[in-house]
């Protein structure tokens, strides 16, 4: 049977090859040998004298920078583990971890730590050694004879949880201490789940970098985890050409982003960016205004972009005049077909916009060279180069092929009805363009109301004029709510690199929500990208997800419901309050009984209703937090707009009014979809309040 050991416990260890009879001293005694060696690591990097080893200061202070950084990167959180694992092989392993020995033993944690002789003491759990840490079975032991748990308190290593892969003899068990690391309290930012990973999420982590992957995974099952982990993992086994390329993380609002920021540093890794699809493409636009559904629905849509493409085209016009051009004594003429021919040949090749008004002085430019070697002169590139920039040469790609601001392309086509009809014929019904065009058309670029899906117009205005920056890798969560042209705008960010891209159909919350992967992958330019599905759900307990996924039916059909592997009854209360006017004070008294348990505590409720249940709070002395701060341990209450609730979770929810939540949004499916967000949010337990009845779907079974 595994070895369950407390502080208390003198049980002799196990493997018999510690020479103690206390074991778990013997485990407290390498974790403060890491920590030291760790700080010796820390001490070493503070103590380089870079004086005589930099030319200039430029090269001083790049190399300042980056020993700062190992700096940052070699710190000791107090809060973090520095192992969590431990795996003793049967037979030596190859490579530099280890020469020859049998019996190969090592500690797996959050970072790589060696001892002042160069020795390991922790190993990285990306390393590949650390892999069957994650996937070794009885069935696969891969060469491992046990594999140990680390218990953790406050930070103190308090118990150890032993498998002994290779023993016939032990029966197979659920890790105890697993289970109790899950379903941990969770106070403070998002914890990563580096000590948790299942044998399914790890495939997907330890993915290659060269393809795109995306995770369906219902609430619970670590999508946004994995996605997480799979950044620090690319990060170690691509460092080089990440640090070159560029990793970004995608959020659905600042919320989230606040939520999961602590994770990657936990990992040892600092320079992942983060952003909201809104924050990469507002470069250059105020957003001030707002659309309705409708309207977004249309501006979201793929069609968008081939009217702006042929928006920016029309620019181009015919040739009218030759280009004369004079240098010295000497006139030199290109006639209009032969500039005709080059805009043809330009526009056959569908280049970019930008590249295009480029291109084409060059294009004339050499024209004129070819007519001077004819006349026995010698002109080089410095000749062409002035002929490129010659006053008639300019004026003429002016005329022709203008430079185009694509601000004021988007502007004209949401103002001037002409301008859109001509360029929307055959793509979008008279309905639809009366839906794109404003009441009252701006004046200005500044002066417009922009709104967010209008900056995502321009970027791709912006991107059929000039290429955009592909980023190395790139992680999009709640990936389902994204519109078509939203996709397109986070696809042209990885062109060249890859993505994991996270979400649940089922949790989509937009209007033009996606309703299946493929439709989304092939909007974001990676249609043969793999999705994988996560079914095994790891922190709802069973009865709040099953009473969760009687909406599914009606939100996504066919889409299978999460299996919760956790066992919590008595998790979830339903309680009918007799009137609206007692529905307050009925909250009020359900957040004070979920105070009373160890944990966060997070009250949901639509968005309308947030200021009546937030004075509710007050004037019951009960401070609360917003979506996004930071939970403490004398601050666990925070109020949540269900608008914002998706991707956090607290151990407590009490959810307010569902039929509210569901008439808060634009349309039914969209409602339920919020509601069933609202429903999973949830680690220990859910009460649900209500005075209306509750919505048909979920009472149906």
């Known amino acids: 049977m595994p070895a369950h050991v407390a502080e208390s416990d003198s049980t002799p260890d196990p493997t018999g090859t510690t020479g103690t009879t206390?074991?778990?001293a013997h485990e407290r005694a390498h974790l403060a040998a890491s920590r030291a060696a760790l700080r010796g690591m820390r001490e070493d990097v503070q103590a380089l004298d870079i004086r005589d080893v930099t030319a200039n200061w430029v090269n001083a202070a790049v190399l300042q920078s980056q020993i700062d950084d190992r700096i940052k990167a070699l710190a000791d959180l107090s809060h973090t583990p520095l192992f969590f694992g431990r795996l003793d092989y049967l037979h030596a392993v190859g490579g530099d971890l280890a020469e020859g020995a049998d019996g190969e033993r090592f500690y797996i944690g959050r970072r790589h730590v060696h001892d002042a002789a160069g020795d390991p003491m922790v190993i990285d759990w990306r390393a590949p050694v650390s892999q069957p840490y994650y996937q070794a079975s009885r069935t696969n032991p891969q060469d491992v004879g046990l594999r140990r748990r680390f218990g953790y308190t406050g930070g103190e290593l308090t118990a150890y949880e032993d498998e002994h892969l290779t023993d016939p003899a032990e029966a197979e068990h659920t890790s105890r201490l697993l289970q109790a690391e899950i379903e941990r309290p969770r106070v403070g930012p998002m914890r990563d789940i580096v000590a948790t990973i299942q044998p399914e999420q790890d495939e997907i982590v330890r993915?290659?970098?060269?393809?795109?992957?995306?995770?369906?995974?219902?609430?619970g099952t670590g999508k946004t985890a994995v996605g997480l982990h799979r950044v620090a993992y690319l990060l170690y086994a691509h460092r080089e050409r990440l640090a070159r390329t560029g990793t970004l993380v995608i959020g659905p609002n600042r919320s989230f982003l606040h939520y999961i920021e602590q994770v990657l540093p936990a990992l040892g890794e600092l320079e992942v960016k983060q952003a909201t699809v809104d924050d990469l493409v507002r470069t250059g636009v105020e957003v001030r205004g707002e659309d309705e559904a409708a309207t977004a629905v249309v501006k979201g849509d793929a069609r968008m972009a081939e009217v702006l493409r042929?928006?920016?085209?029309?620019h181009v016009t015919a040739p009218v005049e030759p280009v004369v051009v004079v240098r010295g004594s000497r006139r030199w003429r290109v006639p209009v077909y032969e500039i005709q021919e080059m805009v043809d040949e330009l526009l056959a090749r569908d280049m970019r916009y930008g590249a295009a008004h480029e291109a084409l002085p060059q294009r004339i430019a050499h024209a004129v060279l070819v007519r001077m070697e004819e006349a026995g002169e010698a002109p080089d590139d410095r000749v062409q180069n002035a002929v490129a920039r010659n006053p008639a040469v300019k004026a003429a790609v002016k005329a022709v092929w203008p430079a185009v601001d694509p601000a004021k392309v988007v502007l004209r086509l949401l103002s001037d009805a002409e301008f859109l009809a001509a360029h929307a014929e055959g793509l979008l019904s008279e309905e639809e363009q009366k839906r794109l065009l404003w009441a009252k058309p701006a004046r200005s670029v500044k002066s417009a109301k922009w709104s967010a899906a209008d900056a995502v117009l321009i970027d791709e205005a912006g991107d059929l004029i000039a290429r955009t920056h592909s980023?190395?890798?790139v992680v999009l969560d709640e990936a389902q709510d994204l519109s078509p042209m939203q996709y397109r705008a986070v696809g042209r960010r990885c062109s060249t690199g890859s993505a994991t891209v996270l979400g649940d159909l089922a949790q989509g919350t937009t209007p033009w929500s996606t309703e299946s992967w493929g439709e989304a992958l092939f909007h974001l330019g990676k249609p043969d990208a793999v999705v994988e599905e996560l079914t095994a759900g790891f922190r709802v307990p069973r009865?709040?997800?099953?009473?969760a996924s009687r909406l599914l039916p009606a939100i996504s059909p066919g889409l299978a419901a999460v299996d919760s592997v956790r066992e919590s009854p008595g998790s979830l209360a339903v309680r009918e309050v007799a009137s609206a006017d007692e529905l307050d004070a009925a909250v009020v008294a359900a957040c004070e009984e979920s105070l009373r348990n160890e944990g966060s505590i997070g009250l949901i409720a639509a968005d309308a209703r947030i200021p009546?249940?937030?004075?509710?709070?007050?004037?019951a002395g009960h401070a609360y937090l917003s979506p996004g701060e930071e939970t403490t341990a004398e601050s666990r209450l925070t109020l949540v707009p269900a608008s914002l609730a998706k991707g956090l979770e607290y151990d407590y929810v009490v959810l307010d009014e569902p039929a509210a939540v569901v008439d808060g949004e634009p349309d039914e499916r969209t409602g339920l979809r919020r509601l069933y967000v609202t429903l999973t949010r949830a680690v220990s337990g859910l009460t649900v309040l209500h005075a209306a009845p509750l919505p048909e779907a979920l009472v149906q079974a």
């Open 543 to 547: 009865e709040v997800i099953a009473y």
């Open 310 to 314: 042929r928006a920016i085209r029309s």
């Open 22 to 24: 206390d074991p778990l």
């Open 612 to 619: 009546v249940l937030g004075a509710a709070l007050e004037a």
């Open 471 to 473: 980023l190395g890798h």
């Open 207 to 219: 993915g290659g970098l060269g393809g795109t992957v995306c995770v369906q995974g219902g609430p």
